[in-house]
């Protein structure tokens, strides 16, 4: 009987936290019937190989995707367009190039132009994460229940549209359908802005004169400790994803600086009702996230909390 999203063979370049965990899901899942990897990194390669998690561990790009069925980029975006072109020789017609990419119209840009005619292109994001990276940092179940939105360009193939798709659903991922603009807009005030501030605000508190860094760390209350989290997400990561998506990004926060100079009013003049109507208002957008399963109601976000201990 056969697994819907199956692919007999899958190359995975790159082997870190969404690298990893797509081999975990989809080992378990069924849907790989052979996983190759690469990494940059020669003591990557090793760790990969004593975890066990794929059947070959190659030391070229080149080496990783002969004969795969299905190869995923996941690696930093600014490096998609030169492994795309390092690649493309290699490439087993009919097979489906995919990425993992948190920005997708550089990535269309930089990689389309490399691939040849008989391959379909099919950009992807699954929008999941943890702030940890590395090849021990991924887990089957991260996918579960969170988006993976695909950008195929125009012309490409409805049926390997849809095998990609029961790939990413066989791994629990709920997917979804975008132009890579669109997305970019979408994730530009959702993701990235978001990480924008958290490392600004972060860095704000590490250039206090008045508060020392033991201060900051000791008396972290709910609201920094989770801006930290996001803060200490892979730099060169983000990096490419603020340079690769600038122009959406500066849009996003200009209309950000527009509604906190709003608030900066409001609180210079006393204006408790417009304070009020403003935190009901986002309230209620927390509500809803919660409210489709996108995160947990649960005392502080769901963490494990110790107990008290009877006297």
Not at 249 to 257: A, I, N, P, Q, S
Request: charged share 20%.
């Amino acid at each position: 009987m056969s697994v819907a999203g199956r692919f007999e063979r899958i190359a995975l370049i790159g082997f870190g936290l969404i690298g990893g965990s797509i081999a975990r899901a989809a080992r378990q899942q069924g849907v790989a019937g052979e996983i190759v990897t690469t990494a940059r990194s020669e003591k990557t390669r090793a760790r990969v190989a004593e975890l066990g998690i794929v059947d070959h561990v190659v030391a070229s790009n080149a080496d990783a995707v002969k004969d795969a069925d299905l190869v995923i980029l996941c690696i930093p975006v600014g490096a998609c367009g030169p492994v795309a072109a390092e690649i493309a020789p290699h490439l087993k017609p009919g097979a489906v190039v995919s990425d993992v990419g948190s920005v997708k119209g550089a990535i269309v840009r930089d990689m389309a132009p490399h691939l040849p005619a008989n391959v379909h292109f099919v950009p992807a994001h699954p929008v999941a994460g943890t702030e940890n990276s590395g090849p021990d940092s991924g887990f089957a179940e991260l996918f579960i229940n969170r988006w993976c939105i695909l950008t195929p360009p125009d012309g490409v193939d409805a049926g390997a549209i849809d095998h990609l798709r029961a790939f990413w659903a066989a791994l629990g991922a709920k997917v979804e359908i975008m132009t890579p603009d669109h997305h970019d807009r979408v994730l530009a005030i959702t993701s990235h802005l978001p990480h924008l501030i958290a490392y600004t605000i972060v860095g704000t508190a590490d250039e206090l004169a008045q508060v020392t860094e033991s201060e900051v760390i000791k008396f972290s209350a709910g609201g920094f400790r989770d801006f930290t989290r996001i803060a200490a997400s892979d730099p060169t990561m983000w990096r490419d994803i603020f340079l690769s998506n600038k122009d959406a990004v500066l849009d996003m926060l200009g209309t950000f600086t527009e509604d906190l100079s709003k608030l900066t009013r409001a609180i210079r003049r006393g204006d408790g009702d417009a304070l009020f109507d403003h935190f009901t208002r986002t309230r209620a957008i927390r509500r809803g996230i919660v409210d489709i399963g996108q995160d947990s109601a649960a005392p502080d976000f769901g963490r494990p909390l110790p107990q008290l201990k009877k006297p």
